[in-house]
């Protein structure tokens, strides 16, 4: 069965780090476009970040030089590092998969939340 | 950066109805135009790829149309089942920008 589970959320103060783990099953995650989308509570779908199956990695300008995501091929598990956290990136966070060519994200894990309070 | 702009922010429709969502890109994004469900507490899902393919499993009842900067999301006879929040996202590059969203109601 495809999946993915999400882990690594929880609280942390301003100025902290936190890293969210995203285990995927069924498929291979270095082979997939894969995706970090946030979603602030009573708010809408905020997109974070994307890594491509070359590789490369993008970022919404609202984490860029904070957060970083990346992937470990050994055992299909997406990442995303976030230091310097702020009160503004508290939100649910999914991880989700696109396709081997550039797709939308279509399987999504059910969220990890993320609270950066003092 | 694109921007994605969704109208209108809220509706309210009787069952039946046939409901319309517009989502405007700030710049040309060909068809590379994705729609989302989103039931409370829910993930989202993926309705529409492509601007107009309907994913696997999805009721015919949704179509989307459009290309370039202006889309439309067609429910075409709505039902209670429909209750949701609508995204719009652009894919073609990044950011990957979803629209602000559409909360659709039973009237």
């Known amino acids: 069965e495809v999946q993915l589970v999400e882990s690594g959320g929880g609280l942390v103060q301003p100025g902290g780090s936190l890293r969210l783990s995203c285990a995927a099953s069924g498929f291979t995650v270095s082979s997939n476009y894969m995706i970090w989308v946030r979603q602030a509570p009573g708010k809408g779908l905020e997109w974070v970040s994307v890594?491509?199956?070359?590789?490369?990695?993008y970022y919404a300008d609202s984490v860029k030089g904070r957060f970083t995501i990346s992937r470990d091929n050994s055992n299909d598990t997406l990442y995303l590092q976030m230091n310097s956290l702020r009160a503004e990136d508290t939100a649910v966070y999914y991880c989700a998969r696109g396709g081997i060519t550039i797709f939308p994200p279509y399987i999504w894990g059910q969220g990890t939340m993320v609270t950066v309070s003092s | 950066d694109i921007q994605m702009t969704q109208s209108p922010s809220s509706l309210s429709a009787s069952v039946g109805d046939r409901v319309t969502i517009t989502c405007r890109a700030s710049q040309a994004i060909i068809n590379y135009l994705a729609w989302y469900q989103q039931k409370p507490g829910k993930v989202p899902k993926l309705l529409i790829y492509a601007a107009s393919t309907l994913q696997s499993g999805v009721p015919s009842r949704f179509s989307g149309s459009g290309s370039g900067t202006d889309f439309t999301l067609t429910i075409s006879s709505l039902q209670p089942e429909d209750v949701a929040t609508y995204y719009c996202q652009k894919y073609n590059s990044a950011p990957w920008t979803f629209g602000q969203g559409t909360k659709v109601e039973i009237k």
């Open positions: 890594i491509h199956n070359g590789g490369g990695t």
